[in-house]
Nanobody
Framework: QVQLVESGGGLVQAGGSLRLSCAASGRTFSSYTMGWFRQAPEKEREFVAGINWSGSYTYYAGSVKVRFTISRDNAKNMVYLQMNSLKPEDTAIYYC????????????????WGQGTQVTVSS
């Protein structure tokens, strides 16, 4: 089993940057595909970025590609999301998830979730 705790959210002006962190507990963390999702009010949870177990392969939603970077440190049981050039439409609760599937982009492919961290981008 994996427990996930996100941090690093906050209020930022458009064009600014934030770095989200996801701390994982569990001895098998390094075997999971990890992903970041986000959910805005009255919208469905949507995929943002994913990374394979070793960190050698990353994949992104088109809306964030180039602006966001996902990374992981298996020695520290951590996953990160560096977000640059933030836009008001990036405002959402951001969730970290763990999946046993390769290149998982759907919420139902993820087995564990954190509680989320709020990101608000002002115009």
């Amino acid at each position: 089993q994996v427990q996930l705790v996100e941090s690093g959210g906050g209020l930022v002006q458009a064009g600014g940057s934030l770095r989200l962190s996801c701390a994982a507990s569990g001895r098998t963390f390094s075997s999971y595909t990890m992903g970041w999702f986000r959910q805005a009010p009255e919208k469905e949870r949507e995929f943002v970025a994913g990374i394979n177990w070793s960190g050698s392969y990353t994949y992104y939603a088109g809306s964030v590609k180039v602006r966001f970077t996902i990374s992981r440190d298996n020695a520290k049981n951590m996953v990160y999301l560096q977000m640059n050039s933030l836009k008001p439409e990036d405002t959402a609760i951001y969730y970290c998830g763990a999946s046993t599937s390769d290149e998982s982009r759907l919420p139902n492919q993820y087995d564990y979730w954190g509680q989320g961290t709020q990101v608000t981008v002002s115009s």
